[in-house]
T-cell receptor
Framework: QKEVEQNSGPLSVPEGAIASLNCTYS??????FFWYRQYSGKSPELIMS????GDKEDGRFTAQLNKASQYVSLLIRDSQPSDSATYLC????????????FGEGTQLTVNP | GAGVSQSPRYKVAKRGQDVALRCDPI?????LFWYQQALGQGPEFLTY????????KSGLPSDRFFAERPEGSVSTLKIQRTQQEDSAVYLC???????????????FGDGTRLSIL
């Protein structure tokens, strides 16, 4: 079983809709959770970080964390074609030197 | 403000050749990470430096892979006797804090796309 799993893609939504991206992790000592956006041929770009249970909102993005269920999600409201990218879920823990463990990514396409 | 800089952006080498990939982290960042990203996959951890100390090299796939950060700033990832399976994008990331600061975000460079013929 992979340590970090993301819902299989690709995911396609119409412009203006809500895109929902999900991620589960297997290691209960994971402490920090990140969502990165990666455009084709580009480097991962941090868009959200979350450390405690609950919701965290930043503009059109909302990250949700449930440590009991070992689940983290990202909601993108009012999706735009420019949101089309691969979204990577990453977790880290202090005991591993803060290295990130990534999921395989979910490819999102927002159709105009 | 400069971000993480990697060079070269693209590298083509023949099987068996040695290659060296460079990473210049954000100034003042203590931690430096190397990741390998295969096509269609998420990045996978290779090695971690805190200043000049290599604290974790558990992700290096073989003894052909070697990394250093002698002055605690620029880092070089070296691959000896390259094989076709080494073809991937090699990403470098840096973060402000050291070990124990798992909440510090990592900032990535644009990567080096390595192709082994």
């Amino acid at each position: 079983q992979k340590e970090v799993e993301q819902n299989s893609g690709p995911l396609s939504v119409p412009e203006g809709a809500i895109a929902s991206l999900n991620c589960t992790y297997s290691d209960r000592v994971s402490q920090s959770f990140f969502w990165y956006r990666q455009y084709s041929g580009k480097s991962p770009e941090l868009i959200m970080s979350i450390y405690s249970n609950g919701d965290k909102e930043d503009g059109r993005f909302t990250a949700q964390l449930n440590k009991a269920s070992q689940y983290v999600s990202l909601l993108i409201r009012d999706s735009q074609p420019s949101d089309s990218a691969t979204y990577l879920c990453a977790v880290s823990e202090e005991t591993s030197g803060s290295r990130l463990t990534f999921g395989e990514g979910t490819q999102l396409t927002v159709n105009p | 403000g400069a971000g993480v800089s990697q060079s070269p952006r693209y590298k083509v080498a023949k099987r068996g050749q040695d290659v060296a990939l460079r990473c210049d982290p954000i100034s003042g960042h203590v931690s430096l990470f190397w990741y390998q990203q295969a096509l269609g996959q998420g990045p996978e951890f290779l090695t971690y430096f805190q200043n000049e100390a290599q604290l974790d090299k558990s992700g290096l796939p073989s003894d052909r892979f070697f990394a250093e950060r002698p002055e605690g700033s620029v880092s070089t990832l070296k691959i000896q006797r390259t094989q076709q399976e080494d073809s991937a994008v090699y990403l470098c990331a840096s973060s402000l804090g050291g070990q124990g600061y798992s909440n510090q975000p990592q900032h990535f460079g644009d990567g080096t796309r390595l192709s082994i013929l």
